[in-house]
Nanobody
Framework: QVQLVESGGGLVQAGGSLRLSCAAS????????MGWFRQAPGKERVFIAS????????YSADSVRGRFSISRDNAQNTVYLQMNSLKPEDTAVYYC?????????????????????WGQGTQVTVSI
């Protein structure tokens, strides 16, 4: 069984940075893409960024483009979300996800239904 475990969340002041990690553990698995989503209190879970595993191509939401970036470490089987210039509106629970059944690219990985494995989430709180 594969598990995705997020870490790196916490409390940070506006303008600061955090790097989230998502480590895949358990049996080895093939994936088409990895993604990051976030969910603020009382709101829907929304797409942040994705990375197609075959070629490392990345795609991100307009709301975070230029501030957030997704990357990976193949040796560590880990995906990262570097978050810079954080704003209070970035406060949310951040989720990592993997797509092992859907092969696509770009915006096609921006929907929840493209992913079939999810982590438990990590809280990010940005204070004024």
């Amino acid at each position: 069984q594969v598990q995705l475990v997020e870490s790196g969340g916490g409390l940070v002041q506006a303008g600061g940075s955090l790097r989230l990690s998502c480590a895949a553990s358990g049996r080895a698995f093939s994936r088409y893409a990895m993604g990051w989503f976030r969910q603020a209190p009382g709101k829907e879970r929304v797409f942040i960024a994705s990375l197609r595993w075959s070629d490392g191509s990345a795609y991100s939401a307009d709301s975070v483009r230029g501030r957030f970036s997704i990357s990976r470490d193949n040796a560590q089987n880990t995906v990262y979300l570097q978050m810079n210039s954080l704003k209070p509106e970035d406060t949310a629970v951040y989720y990592c996800a993997a797509s092992t059944v859907f092969q696509g690219s770009g915006h096609l990985y921006s929907t929840l239904s493209s992913y079939n494995l999810w982590g438990q989430g990590t809280q990010v709180t940005v204070s004024i």
